[in-house]
Each structure stands twice: as structure tokens, then as C-alpha cells.
């Protein structure tokens, strides 16, 4: 079976509600024909998963005909939301606030009571010198949080660290007796680490990415250690989560050593002596979100946040800046569907309506807002010849002057595309938007580009 995105592998794998099963099994088997799979096997999987939900065979094979008849998509990707290439951030990114300076005078006390629970066992180990690279001294010693902060009071990190060129701790709890990852007891934290990026570099990555960290440490070299909260019930579902992580940051130099549960980062508070830096304590604190939120708005976009009674309350229509038509009839971002039947007239009527409001009339009592709206038309059933029969109707009857009519020559763009549809059309016309910039988009008929049903 294909891997499939968190809310479609649930339903394959719990079933789905009377009345959302064939939508369900719709939205599966988009992603088999997306990913490859071949029509008999996607049939045949459709039919096992029809069975456990109560579709016929029958309605299974003609969902998937229904389905391989198209074109794939792009196949799904969990990195989709934050793109990285080049060594740039593209589309979609999130703010980057500058790097802190760690002011934490006890900073081993808030990380260790932040990122382990009351009686957990943490590993903590001196680290030496072997040739040009340090390495762990050994096995370490492992005791529970409690005892750790109780030894660490004061000066006793200082003290505990003796001669030793740093100081690592393992990123999860385990049983007391060792910690590799057959010893893990809480697959809490997975660890991320980069080696080949600055430091503000790093930091970027990891606050674009948005990722639950509950630490972020300077390793008192080149790199910063994020311990990322993933919380998995067990090692299989700690490896998926792990995977989809770093999957998502595959093109940021991301040192891909660090998958296992039972790797070792640097303890902030203890002294790097090979550079004389700290191991610094950036960050430190609960994650905003859960890993499952993090995943979910990383595949598919942040949940809407609740409008602010006082914003409503004192919302003024006049001084909205969105506003594009009439009071509020149509604003920036919004969107209206012009229905009528074939050969109605809906065509020409979208090009009057453009051609009025390009140089600042009304159409039908909507007045533009400002003085006049650029229009982009996106068209695919009038060749040249039927353009100009209809432009050249409306400019006859509808009397401009000159100054009008260099308003509409300037502020209507009129192009004719046969062949979009569906994902390529939504690209063309992006590209269309950014490089003229209008104020509206026209997309006429939208049935000729949709790539589907209405």
C-alpha cells in the first residue's frame, strides 16, 4: 500500500461514516492514481476497503475507472506547505523573529523541567577528545530528573563536568538501564541538527517550519540541537513521525543521523571547551501546538482563527481598504459565480460589466471603488474575431469619451487559453496574476477550465 496523507490514512485504516464512504474511498484512490499505483491493484485495494464499509465491487471498480480516467495530479508530498530550494524559502513561509540570547543563570534547571516529566530517567554524559571529533566518555550515568537538579544546584553542573571537553544528554527518558533505543521508555523528543548552515541560518529553518520544539540549544560550535516534541505511543509510530519531519526538511542540510530515539544532544549550561563557548539554552518551553496539529497544518494550511468582537464591533465598511465593488458587494480575496444557461449572453455581459468598471462607471447600480478596477479575462470559447464583435458592440452603444476610452484600453486584459485545466489552469492563472496584476480575475467559462463536474 502507498503512504497516504494522516486524515485519508485514517479512514482507510478506521472506515468511514454512512454517507461519506464512497466520498472517502474517492479521496484514497486520487492518491493511489496520484502516487503510481496501477489501475488493477488500486481496483483491487478499493474492493478489500469497499467490503470492510459496505460498498458493492460493482461501485468500487467504477469509482476507480471514474478515477483513473484522468490525469494524476502532483503526487502529495508532506512538504508541500513550506518549499526549500536553493538555499531559499519560497511560497507559504512563516515570520522568522530574531535568535535570542540565552539570560537563563540556571538554564540546565529549565531544560531538564521542561523537557522530562517527574521521575524520568536521563542519561548524562562527560564528553572527550578523539582526535579532531568528541565523542561520549563511556556509557554515562543515568538518574532520575529529580536527582539531576538536586546535583546540579549551584555551581554542581561546573563541578560534575570536571575536565571534560563538554557534556551530552540523551533526548528521551529511559529505563535505567542503558540508553539506546531498545532502553527508551517515552518517545518524547526527536532531535534535529544541522552542520552545514550559520546559526541564524538554522534558525530560520527551524522557526519557518514551525515545529514543536520544546528546546532550541547552541552546541557551542556550528550547530543549534531542536528537541522537537513528537510524543509517539510506541517506537513504530515514533519512526513515522520521525520520517515525515525529515522528509518535510530533506533540502535544508539537515544532518540525517539524528533519526534514532536514543541519540544524545549537547546539555545547555556545560562549557565547550574546545571553542570556550556555553552550550546555550536559546529557547525553551511547551510547544504551542501538538505534533498531530503541527502535521495536519503542515499538509493541509492553518485552521481559521475566531474573528475579534471588538474588530466587529467596531468594523467602519467606509475605511475598508479590501473593498473592490459596491458597499462590500465585492471585496479583495472574495469571489462571485455568474450562472445563466448556454448562449444566454453571460460572456459579452462579464466583458460590459469589466469594460464599465475599468473606467470608473457603474454596472447595473455597482459602482467600482476609486476610480477604476483592472481587469484580467481568462477565456476559452471566443477566438479573436468574436472578441472584438462583442468589444466593439458595447464601446458603439455605450458612448465613452476619450478619457474613458484610454481608461478601458489600459485596465482590460483579454487572453484566450484552449488547453488548462484543473491544477495546470490554477498555475497558468497565477502566473497571469502576478505578472499583470489586476484587480479582478475573470474566468469564463469556468466549466472549460475546472477540470470536473459543478
Known amino acids: ?104 543563570s540556571t538554564p540546565v534547571d529549565k531544560f531538564l523541567t521542561t523537557c522530562f516529566d517527574v521521575g524520568d530517567q536521563i542519561n548524562i554524559c562527560r564528553s572527550i577528545k578523539d582526535g579532531d571529533r568528541e565523542r561520549p566518555d563511556g556509557t554515562g550515568e543515568t538518574r532520575s530528573r529529580e536527582e539531576w537538579l538536586e546535583m546540579f544546584k549551584g555551581d554542581g553542573l561546573k563541578q560534575w563536568q570536571g575536565a571534560a571537553v563538554g557534556v551530552y544528554v540523551s533526548i528521551n527518558a529511559n529505563n535505567g538501564s542503558g540508553r539506546s533505543k531498545e532502553h527508551i521508555t517515552k518517545f518524547r523528543h526527536c532531535l534535529i541538527e544541522f552542520d552545514e548552515s550559520t546559526l541564524q541560518e538554522q534558525w530560520a529553518i527551524i522557526k519557518r517550519s514551525g515545529l514543536p520544539t520544546s528546546a532550541i540549544i547552541k552546541s557551542g560550535s556550528r550547530s543549534l540541537h531542536a528537541f522537537v516534541e513528537v510524543r509517539a505511543a510506541n517506537a513504530k509510530e515514533f519512526a513515522e513521525r520521525v520520517a515525515f519531519i525529515y522528509k518535510h526538511l530533506e533540502h535544508t542540510k539537515l544532518d540525517p543521523a539524528n533519526k534514532d530515539a536514543g541519540r544524545l544532544s549537547r546539555l545547555p549550561g556545560a562549557m565547550r571547551t574546545a571553542t570556550g563557548l556555553q552550550q546555550e539554552l536559546v529557547e525553551c518551553g511547551a510547544p504551542t501546538l501538538t505534533y498531530m496539529e503541527w502535521q495536519e497544518r503542515t499538509m493541509y494550511g492553518d485552521i481559521p482563527e475566531p474573528y475579534s468582537w471588538e474588530q466587529l464591533v467596531n468594523f467602519k465598511e467606509d475605511a475598508d481598504p479590501t473593498q473592490l465593488l459596491g458597499r462590500r458587494w465585492l471585496c479583495r480575496g472574495g469571489s462571485a459565480l455568474w450562472v445563466g444557461s448556454s448562449g444566454l449572453g453571460k460572456s459579452v455581459m462579464c466583458l460590459q460589466a469589466a469594460i464599465c468598471w475599468a473606467c470608473g462607471r457603474d454596472f447595473f447600480g455597482i459602482s467600482p471603488h476609486g476610480k477604476s478596477l483592472k481587469s484580467l479575462i481568462i477565456q476559452a470559447e471566443n477566438d479573436e474575431g468574436d472578441v472584438a464583435e462583442a468589444v466593439q458592440g458595447i464601446l458603439k452603444a455605450m458612448d465613452f469619451t476619450e478619457d474613458e476610452l484610454e481608461k478601458i484600453k489600459k485596465n482590460i486584459l483579454i487572453v484566450r487559453d484552449c488547453t488548462s485545466t484543473g491544477e495546470r489552469f490554477v498555475d497558468r492563472m497565477r502566473r497571469l496574476v502576478e505578472k499583470h496584476k489586476p484587480d479582478l480575475g475573470w474566468v469564463d467559462p469556468l466549466l472549460a477550465f475546472i477540470g470536473g463536474d459543478l
Open 1 to 104: 500500500m502507498i503512504d497516504l496523507p494522516p486524515a485519508a490514512e485514517a479512514v482507510y485504516i478506521n472506515g468511514a461514516p454512512e454517507g461519506e464512504r464512497n466520498n472517502s474511498l474517492f479521496k484514497i484512490v486520487l492518491q493511489m492514481r496520484d502516487q503510481g499505483m496501477s489501475q488493477f491493484d488500486a481496483e483491487t485495494e478499493a474492493e478489500i476497503w469497499g467490503h470492510k464499509v459496505g460498498i458493492t465491487q460493482k461501485e468500487a471498480v467504477s469509482l476507480v475507472k471514474s478515477v483513473y480516467s484522468k490525469p494524476a495530479r502532483e503526487p502529495w508530498r508532506p512538504k508541500e506547505r513550506y518549499q526549500y530550494k536553493n538555499g531559499g524559502i519560497l511560497k507559504q513561509e512563516l515570520p522568522v523573529p530574531p535568535m535570542p540570547i540565552s539570560v537563563e
